[in-house]
């Protein structure tokens, strides 16, 4: 008669409170400054001038030009500062170390030959990269914000239309970003570990 191995059920992974709320400001903050900077666009698309292609009304936020920029503007200061309280987080519990790129990271990309060190190595490799992007982005909102108080930030980028294309551009990198973010995650840690950042 074989004995009978209890059943251990799996851990599950989870997440601290901070990181949760932090992943669902950014979704909801994201959301909104997507389809009110859509909204944004159709009032002078970047590209055409106001002939330029339209974004259909479904994917905007607003109804008009100033609705647009309040709902636009109002969710920026949440992002950032949801970035802010978040940088502060990661700095104080010391979860750098763990989030963003390292040399063994980089090591790995050349001599390992496991997948999921590999997948663990883009991941950081990625999160790293959207910081300056993040900030960019802010940069130059700020920059449209309020042209004639920083006019400094429209002078480094040469013109105004300038300044609106690169602000313009972060969009699809946030976008990519996003999409990448989550399907490394899923790779590294399964489809538990991506919902415990949210539940």
Same mark, same amino acid.
């Given at each position: ?26 979704? *909801? ?17 970047? =590209?055409?001038?106001?002939?330029? %292609? ?16 309040? %709902?636009?503007?109002?969710?920026? %200061? ?21 989030? =963003? ?23 950081? *490799? ?41 602000? =313009? ?31």
């Amino acid at each position: 008669m074989t004995p009978t191995i209890p059943f251990k059920p799996r851990k599950l992974p989870t997440q601290a409170i901070g990181a949760k709320i932090f992943h669902w400001v950014n979704i *909801i903050s994201l959301f909104i400054m997507l389809t009110s900077g859509l909204q944004i666009y159709n009032a002078n698309p970047v =590209f055409g001038g106001r002939a330029g %292609w339209h974004i259909p009304p479904i994917f905007t936020l607003g109804g008009w030009l100033a609705g647009g920029r309040h %709902w636009h503007f109002a969710a920026m %200061w949440l992002f950032s500062l949801n970035l802010l309280w978040y940088g502060i987080y990661v700095l104080a519990t010391r979860r750098w170390r763990h989030r =963003f790129v390292g040399t063994n990271d980089l090591k790995a990309l050349q001599k390992s030959k496991n997948s999921k060190r590999l997948s663990y190595a883009f991941h950081r *490799i990625v999160y790293t990269s959207i910081i300056p992007i993040l900030l960019l982005a802010l940069f130059t909102g700020i920059g449209m914000y309020k042209p004639a108080q920083f006019y400094w930030i429209v002078d480094i980028f040469g013109s105004w239309q300038a300044l609106r294309i690169v602000h =313009f551009s972060s969009v699809p990198i946030v976008i990519l970003f996003s999409m990448t973010h989550w399907l490394l995650g899923r790779e590294a840690g399964g489809t538990e570990l991506t919902e415990s950042m949210f539940w």
